[in-house]
């Protein structure tokens, strides 16, 4: 007889080591998105940032540098979101990481 070493194919598992760095959402991430309105109009959030963070001073800052209007609304279960008139997300990216509120590796941009 001839011993002939079969690997028998289990189901993967993607999470598996996931438990093994502290469970999911070991990275805190800041989410960059895009909504769009009627017509031309569209709507930028940032979500996720630091609850410990002054965010109406970070909107003030981010409605004067980038000319447009703003606010901040509360969500039961996101939190604080920041939201921006029109498509402001690679102004906001850059603004945060320039301001060292985060590291450029923790910004999350969505949108088309």
């Known amino acids: 007889m001839v011993d002939i ?3 028998i194919p289990t189901t993967f598992d993607p999470f598996v ?5 502290g469970g999911t959402g070991n990275k805190e991430y800041v989410h960059i998105r895009i909504q769009q309105r009627n017509g031309k109009k569209s709507l930028t959030t940032v979500q996720g940032l630091k609850k410990d963070l002054s965010y109406e001073k970070i909107l003030k800052s981010l409605k004067r540098e980038f000319c447009c209007n703003g606010n901040v609304v509360n969500d039961k279960e996101l939190g604080k979101i920041i939201q921006l008139q029109g498509d402001q997300r690679k102004n906001v990216s850059q603004f945060l990481v320039n ?4 590291k450029k590796d ?4 969505h949108g088309f």
């Open 5 to 7: 070493d079969v690997q």
């Open 17 to 21: 080591e996931a438990g093994e760095f």
């Open 99 to 102: 301001a060292g509120i985060v």
């Open 106 to 109: 923790q910004i999350k941009i």
